[in-house]
């Protein structure tokens, strides 16, 4: 899909695919094109060229509606309602019936952890609590693909794991969850598969399964080091840096590890310390994304 | 049924808001003011030789003075409490979670237009109702047709509701107000200007008169509805303000009737178009 406003470009070329019944984190620099990507998908807006499909149709379709939840980034809605009366109404415009209703909404605000205030109105909430009853209500018809963005923003680290859980447990009832975080830790052990944007084009894509065995960081301890030596680890690495005894570098797999200290080894150099550290989600999009991009 | 649920919501949304119930606290002191002046009146006409003919034609004139008021709060009332509904939504994101839902964006503009056009029933009902019932319990004078006449204004809120939804799918909330509200002074400047056209037969006057009912009929709905309530005997003496100087035709309570259908046509066809 391709995004224009008024001539600026937006999503560039956005080509991806999510598979079902997996947590998909949708990770990128602010202005990356996440939400205008997002928009598009679930038809809130028209991409100026290409399309998508959700659950098999074209996105925007008014039927499939009844299987995608979503959960917009600052939710907000009439704030006289109470929690019990936003889900109702959301529930209905579903076309969930209103005997399910009954007994869904009182577990679902249950779940979301806002039975304390389940009379107050939303003008009297938080942001955080907010956006509680902003999942709730995406949850309220049992949605086969559930969009969800930022849906940690504002909550504290309780708010975050009880985020987490419900996120899994949609997971392991069949549902596909689109997740669009800044929060890169909470990426990083909630989603199955995760891609980077940049400029509305996917720069990248990891599987978080076998991430490990993709990108490891290295640090090492050893002396009679060489430039030669040194430059030669470009082969497997091009971020090979020393700082005196210590030398650091990134390799794309896990498996030229041997490789790489036959080859110190091999060139003089007398190793004390050899630790391949896994690369968490953070330095892995800083090392995509490059660094001071306004993330 | 999303339509209606639409509607259900959005009248208890136009229901809560303060503007509603300022127009209704406002309309309160309106109907105690008229209702003191009706009762003054009629006591000094009691005790007056003023002949009755006259009597009546003074107390019809105040209250077709007083209808106007009703009909002036009616219209701006309406506007100013849906002017928000889309823009505002659309501009706060809260749209998003409705326009996600497994309706047609059509359903929801219709929807919200329901609940606004049954809020400005209500509204126009009571005060209305309340209006003519002092004229007639205090003043003595009933509206010759106070049942066209109601429709006639309720016509014109409905007409200045689906000129605000369609710049509400435009522009933002204040854009929308300012557009709306010019209009609306464009029709009240044309409605005066066509009625003083028929006192000298100008023909240039009466033609920025018409123009100005063209591009927004509201006043000139409510001189029909003024013609409809006015006794026949002050319209022909030119005794009130709304006499019968310049008449609008049924054809251009019919222009409205479609004014109003293109407007909300040009609204769904817009919201369903744009990005939200």
């Given at each position: 899909?391709?995004?224009?406003?008024?001539?600026?470009?937006?999503?560039?070329?956005?080509?991806?695919?999510?598979?079902?019944?997996?947590?998909?984190?949708?990770?990128?620099?602010?202005?990356?094109?996440?939400?205008?990507?997002?928009?598009?998908?679930l038809g809130l807006a028209k991409p100026t060229s290409g399309e998508s499909w959700v659950l098999g149709v074209p996105s925007g379709d008014v039927a499939i509606r009844r299987r995608i939840g979503f959960l917009p980034e600052n939710f907000r809605f009439y704030e006289w309602l109470t929690p019990a009366e936003l889900l109702h109404l959301h529930g209905r415009l579903c076309g969930v019936d209103s005997g399910k209703l009954t007994q869904r909404v009182p577990a679902l605000i249950d779940l979301v952890g806002l039975t304390p205030h389940i009379h107050k109105r939303l003008q009297n909430f938080s942001k955080g609590m907010l956006?509680?009853?902003?999942?709730?209500?995406a949850l309220i018809h049992e949605p086969d693909v559930i969009f969800l963005d930022e849906p940690t923003s504002g909550l504290d680290p309780l708010g975050r794991r009880m985020v987490r859980d419900i996120i899994r447990a949609q997971r392991d009832r069949g549902a596909t969850v689109f997740l669009n975080s800044h929060i890169l830790s909470e990426i990083e052990i909630t989603c199955d598969q995760v891609v980077f944007i940049r400029e509305g084009e996917v720069v990248t894509s990891r599987d978080m399964r076998t991430q490990q065995e993709e990108a490891v960081r290295v640090e090492a301890r050893a002396r009679k080091l060489s430039p030669e030596c040194v430059a030669g680890l470009s082969r497997w690495s091009a971020s090979a840096q020393v700082d005196e005894e210590r030398l650091t570098f990134t390799t794309p797999s896990r498996?030229?590890?041997?490789?790489?200290?036959?080859?110190?080894?091999?060139?003089?150099?007398?190793?004390?310390?050899?630790?391949?550290q896994r690369m968490t989600l953070e330095e892995l999009f800083i090392n995509v994304m490059g660094e001071d991009r306004g993330f | 049924m999303g339509v209606w649920i639409m509607a259900g919501i959005t009248f208890r949304e136009a229901a809560r808001k303060k503007i509603l119930w300022t127009a209704l606290l406002a309309g309160g002191g309106f109907l105690l003011v008229f209702g003191l002046g009706l009762h003054f009146q009629a006591g000094d006409f009691r005790n007056s030789a003023v002949p009755q003919f006259l009597r009546y034609q003074v107390i019809s004139a105040m209250l077709m003075i007083g209808l106007y008021t009703v009909d002036l709060l009616a219209v701006v009332m309406t506007t100013l409490t849906s002017v928000d509904t889309i823009a505002g939504e659309i501009t706060s994101g809260t749209i998003h979670a409705i326009a996600t839902k497994p309706l047609a964006r059509w359903q929801i503009l219709v929807g919200k237009w329901l609940g606004f056009v049954a809020m400005s029933g209500v509204y126009v009902a009571i005060m209305f109702g309340g209006t003519i019932a002092e004229?007639?319990?205090?003043?003595?004078?009933?509206?010759?047709?106070?049942?066209?006449?109601?429709?006639?204004?309720?016509?014109?809120?409905?007409?200045?509701?689906?000129?605000?939804?369609?710049?509400?799918?435009?522009?933002?909330?204040?854009?929308?107000?300012?557009?709306?509200?010019?209009?609306?002074?464009?029709?009240?400047?044309?409605?005066?200007?066509?009625?003083?056209?028929?006192?000298?037969?100008?023909?240039?006057?009466?033609m920025v008169g018409i123009v100005s009912s063209l591009i927004m009929p509201s006043e000139a709905v409510w001189r029909r509805a003024a013609f409809e309530m006015e006794s026949p005997l002050s319209g022909s003496l030119q005794f009130s303000p709304f006499a019968d100087v310049s008449i609008p035709s049924i054809a251009m309570v019919g222009y409205a009737c479609v004014y109003l259908l293109i407007a909300l046509g040009i609204a769904v066809y817009h919201f369903g178009e744009r990005d939200l």
């Amino acid at each position: 899909m391709r995004k224009e406003f008024s001539g600026k470009v937006a999503v560039r070329d956005l080509t991806l695919t999510v598979r079902q019944g997996e947590i998909f984190g949708f990770l990128g620099p602010n202005g990356a094109g996440k939400s205008t990507s997002i928009k598009m998908l679930l038809g809130l807006a028209k991409p100026t060229s290409g399309e998508s499909w959700v659950l098999g149709v074209p996105s925007g379709d008014v039927a499939i509606r009844r299987r995608i939840g979503f959960l917009p980034e600052n939710f907000r809605f009439y704030e006289w309602l109470t929690p019990a009366e936003l889900l109702h109404l959301h529930g209905r415009l579903c076309g969930v019936d209103s005997g399910k209703l009954t007994q869904r909404v009182p577990a679902l605000i249950d779940l979301v952890g806002l039975t304390p205030h389940i009379h107050k109105r939303l003008q009297n909430f938080s942001k955080g609590m907010l956006q509680r009853v902003g999942l709730a209500q995406a949850l309220i018809h049992e949605p086969d693909v559930i969009f969800l963005d930022e849906p940690t923003s504002g909550l504290d680290p309780l708010g975050r794991r009880m985020v987490r859980d419900i996120i899994r447990a949609q997971r392991d009832r069949g549902a596909t969850v689109f997740l669009n975080s800044h929060i890169l830790s909470e990426i990083e052990i909630t989603c199955d598969q995760v891609v980077f944007i940049r400029e509305g084009e996917v720069v990248t894509s990891r599987d978080m399964r076998t991430q490990q065995e993709e990108a490891v960081r290295v640090e090492a301890r050893a002396r009679k080091l060489s430039p030669e030596c040194v430059a030669g680890l470009s082969r497997w690495s091009a971020s090979a840096q020393v700082d005196e005894e210590r030398l650091t570098f990134t390799t794309p797999s896990r498996d030229s590890l041997p490789e790489i200290m036959r080859y110190l080894v091999a060139a003089g150099a007398d190793v004390y310390q050899f630790t391949p550290q896994r690369m968490t989600l953070e330095e892995l999009f800083i090392n995509v994304m490059g660094e001071d991009r306004g993330f | 049924m999303g339509v209606w649920i639409m509607a259900g919501i959005t009248f208890r949304e136009a229901a809560r808001k303060k503007i509603l119930w300022t127009a209704l606290l406002a309309g309160g002191g309106f109907l105690l003011v008229f209702g003191l002046g009706l009762h003054f009146q009629a006591g000094d006409f009691r005790n007056s030789a003023v002949p009755q003919f006259l009597r009546y034609q003074v107390i019809s004139a105040m209250l077709m003075i007083g209808l106007y008021t009703v009909d002036l709060l009616a219209v701006v009332m309406t506007t100013l409490t849906s002017v928000d509904t889309i823009a505002g939504e659309i501009t706060s994101g809260t749209i998003h979670a409705i326009a996600t839902k497994p309706l047609a964006r059509w359903q929801i503009l219709v929807g919200k237009w329901l609940g606004f056009v049954a809020m400005s029933g209500v509204y126009v009902a009571i005060m209305f109702g309340g209006t003519i019932a002092e004229g007639y319990w205090i003043g003595g004078v009933l509206a010759q047709h106070p049942v066209q006449g109601a429709l006639l204004v309720f016509l014109e809120c409905v007409v200045a509701l689906s000129v605000t939804f369609m710049f509400g799918t435009w522009f933002s909330t204040l854009s929308s107000g300012v557009i709306v509200l010019g209009l609306l002074g464009v029709a009240f400047l044309g409605g005066w200007l066509e009625q003083m056209s028929g006192f000298t037969e100008g023909s240039r006057l009466a033609m920025v008169g018409i123009v100005s009912s063209l591009i927004m009929p509201s006043e000139a709905v409510w001189r029909r509805a003024a013609f409809e309530m006015e006794s026949p005997l002050s319209g022909s003496l030119q005794f009130s303000p709304f006499a019968d100087v310049s008449i609008p035709s049924i054809a251009m309570v019919g222009y409205a009737c479609v004014y109003l259908l293109i407007a909300l046509g040009i609204a769904v066809y817009h919201f369903g178009e744009r990005d939200l």
